[in-house]
């Protein structure tokens, strides 16, 4: 954009070179001594809705989505971080990080804004998918773009079940929007507290997220924390077992004083029927310990 009288300044150390801007558009290019300049965008957008697709089936499947121009950069679909936010407690759901790279969590559908020519799109779900890595022209005109993703194998066919016993601050639909995505039968999301910010409290219903569906299964229940005594995750519960976190920063507020003991927190679960878990090995702190010794625990992570 911008007018072709306009001039494009270049500060190559001691000197200053200027082009025209027409210039360089018409020719691509321009150069002047050490100085030389080319246009490496991309010439014209589609505005395309991508269907990603089970290659069995033919049905949309939920998935995280990678786009990439030519020229390297993300391009997020619409709706989406385009630049992810990974600090703490930031951009939560939706969109995530992995080693660096950006990408999208979907339905199995989106509408993206790409270049015409050639761009690399990459697909993933889980373990059990193969992931797709390939590159893609989109043509001028264009409106649809279909991936499809081969399912590898079927764990669930066999009798295993895959889930995430330790989620925070999700909502409950992101969190079956990601549990979708990553192909996830069971999805526990987690209540806590952190200081005074209480996190995911308001999604409690004592039962199954109306969010869940039959392939994935969404459940709020809680994470209970001490710093010194150590964190136990209730799985399961059809009422929140309170005070959630005691004993001072970090994880309760300054001067909290300890309330009761990690092996409280697990009797109150198992009286619900719920499932304990001890997070966050292979490091139990202080009361874990005793209380994997003791049976309170059902499972470690």
């Known amino acids: 954009h911008g007018s072709p009288e306009g001039k494009v300044s270049v500060d190559a150390g001691d000197e200053v070179t ?3 801007w027409g210039d360089v558009l018409a020719k691509g290019k321009a150069e002047d001594g050490p100085v030389r300049i080319e246009v490496v965008g991309h010439h014209g957008t589609e505005w395309v809705h991508v269907r990603v697709e089970d290659k069995d089936t033919g049905k949309p499947v939920g998935c995280r989505v990678h ?6 950069n993300y391009l997020a679909p619409h709706g989406h971080q385009q630049d ?19 990408y999208a969590y979907i339905d199995g559908t989106c509408q993206i804004e790409l270049p015409r020519g050639a761009n690399y799109v990459e697909v993933a779900r889980g373990f059990e998918y193969d992931p797709v890595r390939e590159l893609v022209e989109i043509k001028a005109g264009q409106r649809h773009l279909t991936v499809k993703a081969k399912r590898a ?21 992101s969190s079956h929007l990601e549990a979708a995505g990553e192909d996830l039968n069971v999805v526990n999301l987690l ?8 996190t995911s409290w308001e999604e409690f219903t004592g039962g199954l997220a109306p969010t869940s569906s039959d392939d994935h299964l969404v459940w709020v229940s809680q994470e209970n924390r001490q710093h010194v005594l150590g964190h136990i995750s209730l799985l399961g519960l059809s009422e929140l077992v309170a005070p959630m976190c005691t004993g001072g920063p970090q994880e309760d507020w300054v001067g909290g004083e300890v309330q009761t003991l990690m092996a409280d927190w697990a009797e109150a679960c198992k009286a619900q029927g719920g499932l304990v878990i001890m997070p966050h090995m292979p490091v139990p702190d202080f009361e874990n310990a005793a209380n994997i010794v003791m049976g309170h625990a059902d499972a470690a992570e």
């Open 67 to 72: 786009f990439r121009s030519k020229q390297g």
């Open 191 to 198: 209540a806590s507290k952190w200081g005074r910010l209480f």
């Open 84 to 102: 992810v936010n990974v600090a703490w407690f930031e951009d939560m759901g939706g969109d995530c990080k992995t080693n660096g790279v950006p």
């Open 153 to 173: 194998f079927d764990m669930k066919a066999k009798g295993y079940y895959s889930g995430d016993t330790h989620v925070h601050f999700l909502s409950s639909q």
């Open 18 to 20: 200027a082009f025209r």
